[in-house]
């Protein structure tokens, strides 16, 4: 439970972030970090800075200061930064290819990248989705998928699928968890629901496929 272990302390340093730098420029931190995390790579670094935590605290601090942070603002924000760094993602791994992956030293990189590939040849479109709640699969899933040459209207609408349920969801979830303490200990569960609904789904879908075969 990534978010629910790292949010009160990351929590801790946003507030500070928020206190030094006022609504709007904490707006573009967090939305940067968001971007960051699957456009630049950052999140194969600093996952929890960049990921579940650092989303589900921004929404905690928009609770505390409601007048100044507006959560839909926050929550939007950081769906479309999910959304636009996935895209780059996408576009190197199309365009640049296996030895941009291949330059990535480190043997939790190598294992990280290895168990994203496997993953997206099993579950494909779904991976894509799926891959926003796991700290490792959402930085190389989207480079995969563009070395696999995916179709771009695929990723496309898979993209904006995870991007609001991880983005949007997570985000509003945290700032509920400021004033509805068992939606804290519950946050993993909603996190879950969108995973095992579209493992479900991708299921279906991989037996249809076989049946089809």
């Known amino acids: 439970m990534p978010f629910v272990v790292h949010a009160a302390s990351i929590s801790d340093q946003i507030s500070s972030w928020y206190d030094q730098v006022g ?62 760094g996935d895209q780059v993602g996408y576009t ?11 330059r990535r030293k480190g043997q939790w990189l190598r294992n990280a990248i290895a168990k994203s590939e496997k993953f997206y040849e099993s579950w ?12 490792w699969a959402r930085v190389f899933i989207p480079a995969i998928a563009g070395i696999a040459k995916m179709n771009y209207y695929k990723f ?17 979830t945290g700032y509920f968890a400021a ?11 909603i996190a879950g629901f969108f995973i095992v ?8 879908v991989w037996l249809k496929n076989r049946k089809t075969a």
Do not use: C, Q
Not at 92 to 102: K, S, V
């Open 197 to 204: 609904a579209s493992l479900i789904a991708g299921i279906r």
């Open 23 to 84: 609504p709007w420029l904490f707006y573009a931190i967090v939305w940067a970090l968001v971007f960051a995390g699957t456009g630049l790579f950052i999140g194969a670094f600093v996952p929890f800075i960049t990921g579940d935590s650092l989303v589900f605290a921004a929404g905690l601090v928009a609770a505390t200061h409601p007048e100044e942070e507006s959560i839909w603002i926050m929550a939007i924000g950081v769906g479309i930064a999910a959304f636009l």
């Open 156 to 172: 496309f609408s898979a993209n904006i699928v995870g991007a609001i349920a991880w983005g949007v969801g997570l985000t509003v």
């Open 92 to 102: 190197l791994g199309r365009h640049y290819g296996r030895p941009y992956l291949d």
């Open 124 to 135: 494909g479109w779904w991976a894509v989705v799926i891959a926003r709640f796991m700290p």
């Open 179 to 189: 004033s509805i303490p068992a939606v804290k200990n519950a946050s993993y569960a």
